[in-house]
């Protein structure tokens, strides 16, 4: 009698993964892209990301430990991993107390408010940072311009715009075409985007450092094809229409797919599995409306970029495409048509 079975329901189905595991992997993934910012902005990269992660961490222990009483969960990488997202998705010359804002409302409001890890149906640093650029518009829009730092030092008082910014500002006067903007000093070539040499939050400036840390993800299978794929897919393919459509006022679709928060946005925070689909029909479905979404507010939005408030849109609309896209139970057999 001493060795009882232990009866559970089916499917028994058994991964050496963990929540640790998958959060330690999404920070490894975000390595590469931590290095360009340290090697572009210095000193600054490391105040921006330390107090960050620390104070993320921070507010969800206290918040644990003194409202919810519950277990703690710090451990599990999850804080760290929203810290770093909130870093990426910030300037490096943004001052540490609206930082340590950012977290709070990335934690505290987002993510511990609805019960903690898992329980959240916003992405947390998007909700931060979205917080933050409404809140402090100037601050949050002051781009400190990409210098190599050897040895590291702090960020030059040098500021300057980010090529969708140049883009927007420049088509609202209605006195340049795109080709002439495109041909600006200010405006960095196509390689200089995909290494780094652009204006932007500290992690997105370059397209190459993320899409390896897209490829470790993918491999470790820590993310999915479904929902990167279908972003970059429908939102080259909007921008590809209207190139089409009129070559002189919207760009091309490689322009928009290295500049800007895109690859930083469908790689590492569209695919939070908190906040997306489950089922794969579902996750195409929602990477294309985040697609089209970042397109249209990129063209007619009042911000020369959409991905953060694509991405949060279509958190809110993830329960539903979870109803419309059921995957089969398992054990239950189809329905054949007669």
């Known amino acids: 009698m001493e060795n009882l079975l232990t009866i559970s329901g089916s499917p028994h189905v058994h991964a050496n993964e963990s929540v640790k595991k998958i959060m330690y992997s999404v920070i490894y993934a975000m390595i590469p892209a931590m290095l360009v910012s340290l090697y572009f902005f210095g000193l600054d990269a490391v105040r921006v990301i330390a107090v960050s992660v620390v104070a993320c961490v921070v507010v969800e222990y206290l918040i644990q430990k003194y409202l919810i009483k519950g277990d703690l969960t710090i451990n599990d990488g999850s804080a760290i991993v929203t810290g770093v997202l909130l870093a990426f998705n910030v300037p490096s010359n943004l001052p540490t107390w609206i930082i340590i804002v950012g977290a709070i409302v990335s934690i505290g409001i987002a993510k511990m408010a609805f019960g903690g890890l898992g329980k959240n149906p916003f992405n947390p640093a998007l909700v931060g940072r979205v917080f933050l650029l409404i809140s402090f518009p100037v601050q949050m829009t002051s781009w400190p ?152 507010i990129r063209y007619w939005g009042g911000y020369p970029e959409g991905v953060s408030f694509a991405i949060l849109i279509m958190n809110a609309f993830a329960p539903v495409i979870n109803r419309g896209f059921k995957p089969t139970r398992f054990g239950q057999l189809k329905k054949i048509k007669a």
Request: glycine share 12%; hydrophobic share 50%; aromatic share 10%.
């Open 145 to 296: 311009v990409p210098i190599p730092k050897f040895p590291m030092g702090l960020t030059d008082a040098v500021t300057g715009p980010t090529p969708l910014g140049i883009l927007k500002e420049g088509l609202s006067t209605g006195n340049k075409t795109v080709s002439e903007l495109m041909a600006l000093p200010e405006m960095p070539s196509y390689i200089n985007e995909l290494i780094g040499f652009q204006g932007g939050s500290m992690g997105e400036i370059s397209a190459i450092a993320l899409i390896l840390g897209a490829i470790f993800m993918l491999v470790r299978k820590v993310i999915t094809w479904h929902i990167p794929l279908a972003y970059l897919g429908s939102a080259a393919a909007f921008a590809a229409i209207m190139w089409m459509v009129d070559p002189t006022y919207y760009a091309n679709p490689l322009f928009h797919l290295v500049t800007g928060g895109l690859m930083l946005g469908v790689f590492f925070m569209a695919t939070d599995m908190v906040s997306s689909p489950m089922s794969a029909k579902g996750m195409i479905v929602y990477g294309i409306g985040c697609g089209v979404i970042t397109m249209v």
